[in-house]
């Protein structure tokens, strides 16, 4: 798929550190709880760490417990893209920037006590969190 921020590898590897490269660019995990973002309850709105496009309402954050930041629906149907992925054994969905292609999380829809029953599971490490 082709993406409105089209990067090589070397401009990618230039503007993140090692750990953001990993779980952006080849879809890594930061350890659950370790994120700086877990438990980040301020009003405001989270970016694509990678280029900086708005993904994510502090609004639509909730305490899933899993660890990670949740929420239960991208800022615009147009922000993420969602895409199968069958690594490490798994069936699950693949959260990515729709502006960047980087890889955000995953998508899991197990969270009915929100009005979209969704819980997008993201990496602290792939965003940013800017306070209102």
């Known amino acids: 798929m082709e993406y409105p921020v089209n990067k090589s590898d070397e401009q990618w590897r230039a503007e993140l550190t090692d750990f953001e490269y990993y779980v952006l660019r080849e879809k890594g995990t930061e350890r659950a709880g370790t994120g700086e973002y877990d438990q980040e309850w301020s009003e405001g709105s989270y970016s694509c760490r990678g280029c900086g496009a708005f993904l994510f ?40 920037c729709a502006n960047c292609g980087s890889h955000l999380g995953h998508v899991f829809e197990d969270a009915p006590q929100t009005p979209t029953g969704d819980r997008y599971c993201i990496n602290s490490v792939s965003i940013k969190f800017e306070e209102k």
């Open 57 to 96: 309402k502090s609004q639509t954050k909730f305490d899933a417990g899993c660890g990670w930041p949740s929420f239960y629906e991208p800022q615009a149907d147009h922000a993420v893209v969602l895409q199968e992925d069958n690594s490490h054994g798994m069936k699950r969905v693949e959260v990515l």
